[in-house]
Each structure stands twice: as C-alpha cells, then as structure tokens.
C-alpha cells in the first residue's frame, strides 16, 4: 500500500463508474444505443471527467478515506490494440488527486462499457475477450504504476449477462423470453428498449458468458500481477441473498444462491486477493411480508448485507464492500439505509468475516444505466442543467458514522 490511510485503517468511501459520472464518452457501446435510443442518453452526465478534483473535495469534507472509480476502456483503447496515451494521463492525474487528498483509490478496471469497436465485433461473446481484456488490463496496470495499489479486473459480471442476454434492457439487448414475466413486477419503470431481440439461445449464451467473465477475470489478473506483484487485485461480485420461508422454497433457495454466487466464484477466485461484495438485494421465497421501496422499487433490506457476507465467508479472503446504497431522491430513508448496512458489516466483522471497508453507491446522482438520470443514488445532489452539488444530509450523517465506527484492520 502506498497511501498514508490504508495500511491499518477501515477504509470509508463511495464510488462512482467512468460512464455514469464522467460525461463526453462517444465511443462506447452504450453511448451508440443512446444514440439508437436503446437507452436514455448519457451526454454530459456530472461532467465529473473535468470536475473531479472538485468532487473529490466533497468526499475529503464527507470523511472519507477511499474512493472506488473506474477506467473507461473506450477512452484507453479507442481502437483495438491503439492505446491513448493521453487517456492514461488523465487517469493519472485523477489518482494524483485522490493521493493528494488522502483518499485510497481502489481502480475497477471494467464496469460494463466496451468499446464499440469491440461490441462490433462480438464483445464478450468473442471467444478471445479473456485475452483482449487482459491487453488492455496490463496497459493500465502499468500506466497507473505507482499511484494505486487496489485492482478490481470485473464489476457485477452477473450483472451484465443478466441485463444483457435475459433482461435485454443492457446492449446486446437480447431477451430470453420467459423473463419478461418475472420481471414485469420488479423492473416495471424500465420501458422495453426498441432494439431488444427476443432469443432463446440467451440461456445458453449465459452460462458460456458467465465461464468467460471467469476466465477474463483469471486472464486480467495475471496480466495486472505481471506488471507489479504487488498490487493487491480483486474482483467485484453482487451478492443477491437467497432464503425461503419454508422447506420447499429454503431449498429452492439454496439452489439459486449456488447458481447465482457460488457457481461463478468458485471458478474464478482461483486467481484473488480481495473480494469486492456489492449488496442490493434479498430475496424470501414464499414470503408475504411487504417492506418499504426504495426509489427503484427494490426492497429496504439494509440489514441483509450480513447474510451476504456469512455467504462469501468460505472463501477466506479479505473482503471490501465495494457497493451499497439506495435511490432516494427526497434523501428519507439513505441514513438509515446506511446505518444498518454499517450494523450487518460490524456484525460480520464481529462472527469472523475479514471486512476491510465500506464504500457507498454513489457519491453522487449519476447516469443510472436504463433508468437515465431519475434514479438518485447519491450523498451528493446533482442538478443535471446547472451541474450544481448540493451534498445531503445523509452525507453528514454517513460522515458520522464513519467517525464512530472505524474498526481497526490487523492484517
Ligand atoms: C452497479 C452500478 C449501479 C448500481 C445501482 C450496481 O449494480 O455496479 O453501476 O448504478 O448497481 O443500480
């Protein structure tokens, strides 16, 4: 570790991705379905690409000692195999102010945009995206040298399949047809995007996908260990919590969270130092109990960020909570959300999980992938005509919590 705040501290943090917050990205698969109308478009979104020393203020004011970015590949590899030096400066210099700051960088080197030329040609359905990935992964690995010490290859790829191939509300935009009824309920804000094939084929394309984000995983993480064995390189995995509220649904229960956790990690933690955990969701099958909403419409389960945690306990390796947070555009329900989320991670800590830090989703109101600029996820308001920052509330209180509760690391 290279930065005076994380050696032996809790980090404390928010996080933000390339293509939510930084504005100006043309060359990116979801900037072209913005421009088919696929997906809202994302234009200048926090314009955070020329304001993120400013913002990086606000976090220093927030009590923060860590932030969670991401590098957008479409920037560093406008065309296959071209790197752009200038990009990779740009990414310097934001982890120069980050450094400068005292707050932790931890640098996701995916987080769902691809480069068109890349989607053109197949993206991760191309057998040799483990490969391209890692190409790309090394350049970075070795532009940002000497300035971060955390790597996360992947964020959510669950997420992406899942979006992308059954959902088809994510580019490709491929439904397997059946979801539509299981989603009708959660996903009701999301409109059918037009360019949205239907295909059968998705179920198929989802577990071979699901291996190659693996293997991408595997691949990136010895490119990155290459460049500097040093660099502690993770990857960032949603954990959906199962549990049902009887025998039947307690064991259908079991199979999904095996079919949606445990299939994917055990393959790819083959090659990890840290797991990144993003918690959002938690499910009860047959279970009538009615919770609150958050904005998205996803239940407030704050306090289930412990079971999440008691799932990836068997892995044995530290852990970060890289995500969790709530759309809460009044900002009526975000401290609290917070604080019991704080709660179940203390708790986790406290029966034995290696939890090394807490990062909210987001730091600020960004582009919110299908969901445009409504979803407000943010300690910090945006006011997207103006590009105004108004922090929280919430912010303040998340600032003291973290004076509270800072647990001490002994690694
Ligand atoms: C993603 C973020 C997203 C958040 C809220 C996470 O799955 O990593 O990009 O904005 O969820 O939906």
């Not at 993206?123 to 532009?143: L, M, N």
């Not at 918690?279 to 958050?294: A, C, P, V």
């Not at 730091?363 to 945006?382: K, P, S």
């Not at 922090?391 to 800072?406: C, G």
Request: proline residues 4%.
């Amino acid at each position: 570790m290279n930065n005076s705040t994380s050696k032996n501290n809790f980090l404390w943090g928010s996080a933000t991705a390339s293509f939510q917050v930084e504005g100006g990205i043309d060359t990116c698969d979801w900037a072209q379905a913005g421009r088919e109308g696929k997906v809202p478009v994302c234009g200048l979104a926090c314009d955070h690409y020329n304001r993120f020393k400013q913002d990086f203020d606000i976090a220093k004011e927030l009590g923060h000692n860590a932030h969670r970015f991401s590098i957008e590949w479409a920037r560093i590899e406008p065309q296959e195999g071209v790197f752009d030096e200038s990009a990779m400066a740009h990414y310097r210099a934001v982890l120069e102010a980050l450094r400068e700051r005292d707050l932790e960088p931890i640098v996701t080197l995916w987080h769902w945009t691809l480069p068109t030329w890349l989607s053109e040609s197949g993206g991760i359905e191309r057998k040799d995206f483990p490969q391209i990935f890692a190409r790309y992964c090394s350049y970075v690995a070795t532009g940002i040298k000497g300035l971060a010490s955390h790597i996360v290859t992947l964020n959510e790829p669950y997420t992406v399949i899942t979006h992308g191939w059954l959902h088809g509300d994510f580019p490709p935009f491929k439904r397997f047809p059946p979801m539509s009824y299981f989603l009708r309920e959660r996903d009701h804000h999301i409109k059918k995007p037009s360019g949205m094939t239907d295909s059968w084929l998705g179920i198929v394309q989802y577990f071979t996908l699901a291996n190659r984000l693996a293997e991408a995983h595997i691949q990136a993480y010895n490119a990155v260990k290459q460049v500097n064995q040093e660099y502690s390189v993770g990857l960032v995995f949603q954990v959906h919590v199962f549990r049902g509220a009887s025998p039947l649904s307690r064991l259908i229960a079991r199979f999904l969270q095996w079919h949606l956790t445990h299939r994917f990690l055990r393959r790819a933690l083959k090659r990890c130092d840290i797991l990144g955990i993003n918690y959002y969701h938690y499910t009860t099958l047959g279970e009538n109990k009615k919770y609150r909403k958050t904005d998205m419409g996803w239940d407030i389960r704050p306090e289930g960020i412990y079971d999440a945690l008691m799932e990836v306990k068997r892995y044995k390796l530290p852990i970060m909570i890289d995500e969790a947070g709530c759309a809460d555009a009044k900002d009526a329900f975000r401290e609290e959300y917070i604080a019991k989320s704080v709660e179940g991670v203390l708790r986790a800590r406290a029966d034995g999980v290696d939890v090394r830090g807490f990062i909210y989703w987001s730091l600020m109101d960004n582009y919110e992938w299908a969901n445009g600029f409504d979803m407000r996820f943010g300690l910090v308001e945006i006011d997207f005509d103006t590009q105004k920052r108004t922090i929280r509330p919430s912010a303040f209180a998340y600032r003291k919590i973290i004076e509270a509760n800072s647990p001490t690391i002994h690694s």
